[in-house]
């Protein structure tokens, strides 16, 4: 994001000119709990369910060394046992049934 002049828009000029009033006009209370760093470990933790390398977040905040990216946002990635699940579901999940009729997309036929 940038300002009008083309600039980076710094923290120091989005919180309280864009973020902040932002939240007072929706009623949200203004507080360390609905902040602009919460906001950050929003798109970090969606970043990181959806399987976007620490490497790549790391470089999306700013941060010049991912091994501080992944100290800091560890606990927002999927457990192992998340991601088993979802590769397991993905290969034999409900639709894996549809494809395996007399016509497969693999041209063989079962009995």
Same mark, same amino acid.
């Given at each position: 994001?940038?300002?009008?002049?083309?600039?980076?828009?710094?923290?120091?000029?989005?919180?309280?000119?864009?973020?902040?009033?932002?939240?007072?006009?929706?009623?949200?209370?203004?507080?360390?709990?609905?902040?602009?760093?919460?906001?950050?470990?929003?798109? +970090?933790?969606?970043?990181?369910? *959806?399987? %976007?390398?620490?490497?790549?977040?790391?470089?999306? !905040?700013?941060? $010049?060394?991912?091994?501080?990216?992944?100290?800091?946002?560890?606990?927002?990635?999927?457990?192992?046992?998340?991601?088993?699940?979802?590769?397991?579901?993905? +290969?034999?999940?409900?639709?894996? *049934?549809? %494809?395996?009729?007399?016509?497969?997309?693999?041209? !063989?036929?079962? $009995?």
């Amino acid at each position: 994001m940038t300002t009008a002049d083309g600039l980076p828009l710094s923290r120091s000029k989005f919180n309280p000119g864009i973020w902040k009033p932002a939240i007072r006009a929706t009623g949200i209370p203004d507080d360390c709990r609905n902040g602009l760093h919460v906001l950050r470990h929003t798109y +970090a933790s969606v970043l990181l369910d *959806a399987g %976007e390398s620490i490497k790549a977040l790391s470089t999306y !905040l700013g941060h $010049a060394d991912p091994g501080f990216t992944l100290r800091t946002y560890t606990h927002l990635l999927p457990t192992s046992e998340d991601r088993t699940r979802r590769a397991i579901d993905a +290969a034999l999940g409900e639709d894996q *049934a549809a %494809e395996d009729g007399p016509e497969a997309a693999d041209g !063989l036929t079962t $009995a």
